[in-house]
């Protein structure tokens, strides 16, 4: 995938000129990535195959759309996208007493429980995102508002980040229980809260989101730590 791969020093300086030139001029993204042009050509190349850059009727090379979103997310000194937390959202759904439980049925972290989490959807507002991935998760419509937001770093005992999230805290409150239907990355559950507190193997930060429910902290961050059988 292109999102993934690590492009070469010349076309890592390619992207870089032409985001502060805008336009440049074949002659011109040589020199920036000090080659002979035969070799050049192959890099320049590559990039509009990647449908980084283009080449316009009057010559001159500039960014296309895409292009600039990658760029302005790429280490200029290792030629790869630049890693960042990834944008999730912890979907609370409340029916009096009951809250909706969730176990996780995939790796990583496969039989922990806690509240159901999925990703932010691209260019969708978050009420709208949580509706749809609890409805696909577990076939209940809700209406969501955001409660705040979690960051948490998952680390192993040589302190190496296994993850790195930040969470959009999620809330909808139901009249009434529905029943989840089946889905095959995890399994849901209507319990009292004290019920899901009380499990074996309960995600760590289960209580704080509770607690920043209740109280109406707007942020909190945590590390945890986990060992290789856990994760």
């Known amino acids: 995938m292109k999102s993934t791969q690590k492009l070469h020093k010349a076309q890592t300086a390619v992207l870089y ?3 502060y030139a805008t336009r440049a001029r074949y002659s011109e993204l040589m020199r920036s990535a000090k080659m002979e042009s035969d ?13 980084y850059i283009l080449k316009a009727d009057d010559g001159l090379y500039e960014l296309t759309t895409e ?4 760029a302005s997310r790429l280490d200029k000194g290792t030629g790869r996208e630049i890693e960042q937390p990834k944008s999730s959202m912890l979907m ?14 995939r790796e990583p972290f496969n039989g922990y429980w806690g509240i159901a989490s999925a990703p932010v959807l691209r260019g969708v507002p978050l009420a709208e995102s949580a509706a749809r991935e609890l409805k696909k998760q577990t076939g209940i ?7 705040g937001s979690y960051r948490v770093i998952d680390v192993n005992h040589r302190n190496t980040v296994l993850e790195d999230k930040i969470f959009a ?6 009249d009434r229980p ?19 507190l009380r499990k074996d193997r309960l995600f760590a930060i ?18 945890c730590v986990y060992s290789n059988d856990e994760y």
């Not at 050049?40 to 990647?50: C, G, M, P």
């Not at 419509?141 to 409660?147: E, I, L, Q, T």
């Not at 289960?206 to 590390?223: A, K, L, Q, Y």
């Open 67 to 70: 292009g600039k979103a990658f």
């Open 178 to 196: 529905v029943a989840p239907c089946e889905w095959s990355g995890g399994y849901s559950e209507w319990m009292p809260l004290e019920k899901l």
């Open 39 to 51: 070799t050049f050509k192959f890099h320049i190349h590559k990039l509009v195959r990647l449908g």
């Open 92 to 105: 609370v759904v409340r029916c009096g007493k009951y809250v909706l439980a969730h176990r996780r049925d």
């Open 17 to 19: 000129t032409l985001q």
């Open 141 to 147: 419509d809700a209406k969501f508002r955001v409660a």
């Open 206 to 223: 289960t209580p704080s989101i509770f607690e920043m429910i209740s109280i109406g902290i707007p942020f909190r961050e945590d590390v």
């Open 169 to 174: 805290l999620m809330i909808a409150e139901l």
